[in-house]
């Protein structure tokens, strides 16, 4: 007896509300391992970000198989196409330092300006090792 492609969970588009609620429930994740990840630091009295031991600790997991990729892939998807908007309370913090701006503007633009130029960069050769790591176990898996 054959199934057919239609009678697939996989196949089925969810619902609005069923992907609203799991993207909401893989962001309640990550900012669960955020969350922890801080504790551990503020706790042991680290000297590095709780966000970075959540990032270091996330992909770790994502590695072992402790965490599948699935489970995080919707609510990562969204947090980082609004991304954006987590910088908007920044911007306007920025508008109560005139003056400072009026004054050193040409500096903190170079500092912005060659920060943004180092974010991207990092984040060219981390999508390029990642994408050549993945193309790597693809390869892997269709060889065993």
């Known amino acids: 007896m054959t199934r057919s492609a ?18 909401a429930a893989q962001s309640a994740l990550l900012a669960g391992v955020w969350l922890a990840a801080d504790f551990v630091v503020r706790a042991l009295g680290l000297p590095v970000p709780g966000g970075v031991v959540g990032l270091v600790a996330l992909l770790a997991l994502l590695f072992c198989g402790g965490v599948a990729p699935r489970w ?26 005139g ?10 633009a170079l500092v912005v300006a060659g920060g943004t130029l180092m974010v991207m960069v990092a ?19 269709v060889r065993v």
């Not at 400072?100 to 500096?107: P, Q, T």
């Open 123 to 141: 984040v060219a050769v981390a999508v390029d090792l990642a994408a050549r790591l993945e193309r790597h176990l693809a390869l892997r898996r």
């Open 6 to 23: 239609s009678s697939s969970p996989v196949s089925r588009p969810l619902s609005g509300v069923a992907r609203v609620g799991r993207i």
């Open 72 to 97: 995080v892939k919707a609510g990562a998807d969204w947090l980082l196409s609004d991304m954006l908007l987590f910088f908007i309370p920044a911007a306007v913090a920025a508008v109560q330092y």
């Open 99 to 108: 003056g400072l701006f009026r004054s050193d503007g040409w500096r903190l």
